[in-house]
């Protein structure tokens, strides 16, 4: 079955407010990645975390792995932030499972 | 960190044909992966492909559709056999840069199928 679970499918921001992204996943995980996808499909890497919490400018991110999640936010939503955020989880080995996905669109 | 290029960006075939999508880093990596994204979808894991022995292939992917050439460290090829409009995605070769706990992605290549 689904091992990671992501939501929201879809969210919309104005500039300057912020949200949050979660991945609840069915079994242990290692370690996360969350990355975002831009409008050219390129994949860019903002987070790799074994545990606890790692903040970079205007992203945090938080994972869980007793409690299986993972957490995106970000404040001070920006135009160019509008993309396709996922978070992937490493199961074991260089084995890495994708969510499926936030569509976020970020409108002025 | 590494960098990944593929090659081509894009390409458009016929059904029943092959092509070949190659990726290049530009430093030595343990294991390169393939990923398919289909349109408005997440990331597949395809295979994982180590150099000097056969691709490990997850399921729903066979080395007779997929077949996975991985000659050094630096080098992979996907090749997508008997091409079908399913098969139209992007496809994606990863590595991991262990030292910064990092993965990369190449830019990937966007096939379609007609």
């Known amino acids: 079955g689904d091992q990671v679970e992501q939501s929201p499918s879809a969210l919309s921001l104005h500039e300057g407010t912020g949200s949050a992204l979660r991945c609840n996943f069915t079994t242990t995980m290692r370690a996360v990645q969350w990355f975002q996808q831009n409008s050219r499909g390129s994949l860019i890497n903002l987070f790799y975390?074994?545990?606890g919490t790692k903040e970079n400018g205007r992203l945090k991110s938080t994972f869980n792995s007793k409690e299986s999640y993972s957490t995106l936010h970000i404040r001070d939503a920006q135009l160019e932030d509008s993309g396709t955020y996922f978070c992937?989880?490493?199961?074991?080995?260089?084995?890495?499972?994708f969510g499926s996905g936030t569509r976020l669109l970020v409108s002025p | 960190s590494v960098l990944l290029y593929q090659k081509p960006n894009r390409d458009i075939c016929q059904s029943g044909t092959s092509l070949k999508i190659q990726c290049v880093a530009d430093?030595?990596?343990?294991?390169m992966f393939w990923y398919q994204q289909f349109q408005e979808q997440s990331l597949m894991l395809m295979a994982t492909?180590?150099?000097?022995?056969?691709?490990?292939?997850e399921s729903g992917f066979t080395k007779d559709k997929f077949p996975i050439s991985r000659p050094n460290l630096t080098f992979s090829t996907l090749t997508v056999n008997n091409a079908r409009p399913g098969d139209s995605s992007i496809y994606f070769c990863s590595s991991w840069d262990w030292g910064d706990a990092e993965q990369f992605f190449g830019p990937g290549t966007r096939l379609t199928v007609l």
């Open positions: 975390l074994a545990s």
């Open positions: 430093s030595q990596v343990v294991s």
């Open positions: 492909a180590n150099e000097g022995s056969e691709a490990t292939y």
């Open positions: 992937a989880a490493e199961a074991g080995g260089y084995k890495v499972v």
